[in-house]
């Protein structure tokens, strides 16, 4: 059970747009701690898509935004593409049990 | 470019120790923290600690305190992760990752180093 919860699943057509909750708590998102996303392509390392909740790394597309509200995190994808096909992992910090970094479970995306 | 190299695929015996390891390049290795995440197979990732070269200062995720140790040797640029003792359940791809404080986002990610215990 992850301390961030996120959609085991999700998926849409080419050209849609999707996505992905990560709820947390007051003890992590809700506190104030920034969300940042990953993408892990099939057999590759994850990637960094977001940090500091909505900022993109040079090289990512416009196409993935990040936003932050209370205690949830999303990531949207606009014009979806079948390479953005993947495994999506929402990660903040929790201040509970002495302080830990936290992912979330993963969502799998598929583009149909 | 900044790299994360990590040490390759080992098989190994229930019982048995193991060192991997995370070499990196291209960037100040003491100016960055180096983390490293478990993914067990078919499920997601998971926090197991983090250290930073400059200091030896290294905290660690409650579940896996006491299983693991993490070290560095700055001299080489090169982070580790090691196990006294294996069990089955250690079986999974170890990443390591850099980061700019020890609760920020990583970025990048080494290639995973694939470890199979068995008997």
């Known amino acids: 059970q992850s301390v961030l919860t996120q959609p085991p699943s999700v998926s849409g057509a080419p050209g849609q747009r999707v996505t992905i909750s990560c709820t947390g708590s007051s003890s992590n998102i809700g506190a104030g701690y920034d969300v940042h996303w990953y993408q892990q392509l099939p057999g590759t390392a994850p990637k960094l898509l977001i940090y500091g909740n909505s900022n993109r790394p040079s090289g990512v597309p416009d196409r993935f935004s990040g936003s932050k509200s209370g205690t949830s995190a999303s990531l949207a994808i606009t014009g979806l593409q079948a390479e953005d096909e993947a495994d999506y992992y929402c990660?903040?910090?929790?201040?509970?049990?002495?302080?830990?970094?936290?992912f979330g479970g993963g969502t799998k995306l598929t583009v149909l | 470019e900044v790299q994360l190299v990590q040490s390759g695929a080992e098989v190994k015996k229930p019982g048995e120790s193991l060192k991997i390891s995370c070499k990196g390049s291209g960037y100040s290795f003491t100016s960055y923290w180096i983390g490293w995440v478990r993914q067990m197979p078919g499920k997601g990732l998971e926090w197991m600690g983090i250290i930073y070269p400059g200091d030896s200062d290294t905290r660690y995720s409650p579940s896996f305190q006491g299983q693991v140790t993490i070290s560095a040797d700055k001299s080489i640029s090169t982070a580790y992760l090691q196990w006294s003792s294996l069990k089955a359940s250690d079986t999974a791809m170890y990443y390591c990752?850099?980061?700019?404080?020890?609760?920020?986002?990583?970025?990048?990610w080494g290639q995973g180093t694939l470890v199979t215990v068995s008997s």
């Open positions: 990752a850099r980061s700019v404080g020890w609760i920020n986002w990583f970025d990048p």
């Open positions: 990660q903040s910090y929790d201040s509970s049990l002495s302080g830990s970094l936290v």
